[in-house]
């Protein structure tokens, strides 16, 4: 079964500087990865995913990501914050299994400070 | 227009008590979720509804009951309810079931259990 870590609790940051918030998982078959968002008292966004080709993915706000299949990461980046990115950050992953296997990471809190 | 919306958005309630959350999403999606995120939001799958038919079942307590009149509809009922019921409920869609079909949430109800 597919499992998923994300490193850090919490990652404080100042506005404009760059951010990386850290996924890795552990599968024994092909995955599919996904970053959401969640933004205080709201649901969850996609901000993006990997499926398959190219490793290094674009998603909403900026964001992108790098998929390292041989370090089993899945780390999320930001060239330069805003305050309104502030809001948790989840990882998932699933597996062929089906989207209804989508396992989540715990969260991490990106706060930025002004 | 809401994607999936879901209703009430807060709910607060005695032990004992029963209640039903319902979930409508508008998205013509073939798949539905409900997920519980405890205070620690950590983010837990309960069920999983495909074209009306429950196709994942999570170990959860059958004072918990889903139903889904049709896919575009998945309410839950909650029986006697306890303490440890308090949490955020997430309702969400998918396409269908195949591993790389993003999640659409709801913006969750939040169960206060006294």
């Known amino acids: 079964a597919q499992s998923v870590t994300q490193l850090d609790s919490q990652v404080p940051v100042f506005e404009e500087a760059p951010v990386e918030l850290r996924c890795n998982y552990s599968?024994?078959?092909?995955?599919?990865l996904f970053w959401y968002v969640q933004y205080p008292n709201q649901g969850l966004q996609l901000l993006l995913k990997y499926l398959s080709g190219s490793t290094l993915v674009k998603g909403i706000n900026g964001f992108e990501a790098e998929f390292n299949k041989s370090q089993t990461s899945f780390h999320l980046r930001k060239p330069s914050v805003h305050i309104s990115d502030t809001a948790e950050y989840f990882c998932a992953v699933t597996d062929g299994g089906g989207a209804q296997k989508l396992v989540f990471g715990q969260g991490t809190r990106l706060t930025i400070n002004p | 227009d809401t994607a999936v919306s879901q209703t009430p958005k807060y709910l607060v309630t005695q032990m004992g008590n029963d209640k039903s959350i319902k979930c409508e999403q508008n998205?013509?999606?073939?798949?539905m979720y409900w997920y519980k995120q405890d205070s620690k939001k950590f983010l837990k799958i309960m069920f999983s509804?495909?074209?009306?038919?429950?196709?994942i079942n999570e170990t959860v307590p059958n004072r918990f009951s889903p139903k889904s009149p049709d896919k575009a509809h998945l309410n839950l009922h909650i029986n006697s309810l306890e303490l440890g019921d308090s949490a955020v409920y997430f309702c969400?869609?998918?396409?269908?079931?195949?591993?790389?079909?993003?999640?659409?949430f709801g913006n969750g109800t939040r169960l206060t259990v006294t």
């Open positions: 509804y495909n074209n009306k038919e429950l196709i």
């Open positions: 599968s024994s078959v092909s995955v599919y």
């Open positions: 969400a869609s998918s396409q269908n079931t195949v591993g790389g079909s993003p999640l659409h």
């Open positions: 998205l013509g999606h073939d798949t």
